[in-house]
Each structure stands twice: as structure tokens, then as C-alpha cells.
Nanobody, 118 residues
Framework: QVQLVESGGGLVQPGGSLTLSCRAS????????MGWYRQAPGKQRELVAT???????NYADSVKGRFTISRDNAQNTVYLQMNSLKAEDTAVYYC????????????WGQGTQVTVSS
């Protein structure tokens, strides 16, 4: 079984930076997508960024130019570098790894809190 553990969340001032990491405990084989999602109080969970095994990335419009997603396949780890943080970025950030081809899998981390406040 695969478990995802996020780390790196915390409190940061507006305009500051924070880096999140997520490591998979087991093998995540095949072509897969690792990503970050977030859920703010009173809002639905939304996609932040994804990165495919080969390195192709996708970002939500709200974070383009500010956030950078990367992955270390050898370490089964995905990172999210967050710069120029805004109060609107405050949310619980969840790590996700999924495979869209057979055999399918879809794993989620427990979430890490990011709070942007002065």
C-alpha cells in the first residue's frame, strides 16, 4: 500500500515563500500524475498544480507564475515551491498521486496547513 506524507506547511507573511514536500511510502509505478490540491474554509477543494512522471506540469490560473511544482522520481517525492504568497492561498494543501491507465490507483495525503497572514 502507498501512503503519502506531506510536510512543510506553516505560517508565512504575505509575499513570503514556503515549500511543501510529499513523499510516497511505496512504489508508484508506471506513468502517473503527482499533484497538489487545496481546500480553504468554506470552499471546495481545488487543483493547484500537477506534474506527470516525465515532467510536464499544469497549474491553476491563480498560482501561475508564483508556484512551481517539481518531483524527484527516485525519491518518490513531489515538491511545491510557493512564492509571493497571498492571504487567498491559505488552505489545507493535499498531495495526490494517481495513475490514469490500467491498473488505476489514486492516493491522497492527510494534508498540511498553509496560513498566509500578517
Amino acid at each position: 500500500q502507498v501512503q503519502l506524507v506531506e510536510s512543510g506547511g506553516g505560517l508565512v507573511q504575505p509575499g513570503g515563500s514556503l515549500t511543501l514536500s510529499c513523499r510516497a511510502s511505496g512504489s508508484i509505478f508506471g506513468t502517473n500524475v503527482m499533484g497538489w490540491y487545496r481546500q480553504a474554509p468554506g470552499k471546495q477543494r481545488e487543483l493547484v498544480a500537477t506534474i506527470i512522471s516525465g515532467g510536464i506540469t499544469n497549474y491553476a490560473d491563480s498560482v501561475k507564475g508564483r508556484f512551481t511544482i517539481s518531483r524527484d522520481n527516485a525519491q518518490n517525492t513531489v515538491y511545491l515551491q510557493m512564492n509571493s504568497l497571498k492571504a487567498e492561498d491559505t488552505a489545507v494543501y493535499y498531495c495526490n498521486v494517481r495513475r490514469v491507465a490500467i491498473p488505476l490507483y489514486d492516493y491522497w495525503g492527510q494534508g498540511t496547513q498553509v496560513t498566509v497572514s500578517s
